[in-house]
């Protein structure tokens, strides 16, 4: 099989030239998240039906959507690559292990795979972004700024995708808390690409994590006009402009974004369910009325009952479940979750770690036992990491824990909690009227009434 080189130098086994030059504008338009990736990888495998490669790239976008029910689509991929791996280089076999393992629900092995394969080629940008996946809902950020770190000496503005990386890159640092790296290198690639979402995104992160809530919304809007391209990510960047107007009180607000922007149509696809289910539930801890908006989102987790693809997707569906689901589908759940929890994928690991008592926390809480919540959240926070996902998307089961505690009488753990949070940030005027009541509870008086009039400031 011929040898050739894709856009960034790496060697590529195909029939001919242009199966590679359709690979090189599908992984492109993966990086800059657009809407065509997978109908641009369509002409490489037309031009070379046989292509490792390109067999492998269809299997993990098919993986990357995180849906059960697309495994055997991945896994038919998985066939045609290993049926050519034969005469495929080193990295490419590397590739169709990964995919293998990832198939098969070893997805830790799969990220092992991909950080074994960068040492040799620090410019395999599928691996480096798929690795940063990896270690992203395995909830370890500092692992994720390595993985970058440890390539980006192949890495120049010369070589085509350099922007998207740093854009990546720039997540990684807000996710290992490097707030000043990461802004900047965020904005540096918004100004190599305006239309990075990723990188936009990654800047709102930063915002977020320094409660700069007012100037968050300013950020993203500034920008909207240049995201035409960019595919369902989108729903989530405007789920970040939502959580800036519901930390500046603005619920009105928040829920217009939410049915315009967040939610505008209904979908199975889990991180939209995410952002639908965890915007919703923040509404309800400041006591705003979400209507009937929970009754489509637990018709899509009933759905998926089974799927298990990520952790952090399960505990996002039991909220949907919790708030508007049926007795029967929640029992269902739960057993699910836990014959999950005994098998051997490695999100089956997680879910015996922290789902099961994150879920259970989420059920107990919205049935009104909130001891109990509290005492199931508290069990999960240790390993909460693990189910993957952001500090920022993480934080409404840390916020859950408190309004438990809080709601449980549990003065001074709230107290302490509330503290926390407090004092780690965003300063809204909602969680300041928390602490104030924890404040109160606990017996700190004069404590409470300066709280309450910190929340009053913020209000206004």
Known sequence: ?????????????????????????????????????????????????????????RGYYMMLMANRTLVPRAAKSLAAAEAGAGGATAREQAHVAALRAWVGGDFAGATARWEALLADHPRDVMAMRLASYGHFYAGDGAMMRA????????????????????????????????????????????EINPSDAWATHAVAHVMEMQGRSAEGVDWITGLEGNFGETHNFIFH????????????????RVLEIYDREVRPESTDDGLEIANACSLLWRLEHAGVDVGGRWEELARQATARLDDHMLVFNDVHFAMALAAAGDAAAREAWRASCRTFAAGDESQGAVMAACGLDAIEGVLAFRRGDYGEAADRLTAARPALRRLGGSHAQRDIFQQM?????????????????????IHRGPATAWGWSCFAEALSGAGDVTAAANARARAAAIAV
Request: charged fraction near 20%; charge should be negative.
């Open 1 to 57: 099989m011929p040898v050739f080189t894709d856009a960034r130098g790496v060697a590529v086994t195909a029939a001919t030239p242009d199966a590679v030059a359709h690979l090189d504008a599908s992984v492109a338009a993966f990086l800059a998240f657009r809407t065509d990736t997978g109908e641009r990888l369509k002409p490489a495998l037309a031009a070379d039906p046989d292509c490792v490669a390109a067999n492998v790239q």
């Open 147 to 190: 993985s970058f770190e440890r390539c980006l000496h192949a890495w120049d503005e010369s070589v085509p995708g350099y922007g998207f990386q740093l854009g990546a890159y720039a997540f990684a640092l807000e996710e290992a808390g490097d707030y000043p790296s990461a802004e900047r290198s965020g904005r540096r690639a918004v």
């Open 237 to 252: 960047l405007w789920w970040h402009r939502a959580l800036f107007h519901w930390e500046l009180g603005r619920y009105d």
């Open 401 to 421: 824990l408190a309004v438990a505690a809080l709601r449980a009488g549990r003065w001074t753990t709230a107290r302490a909690l509330w503290s926390e949070r």
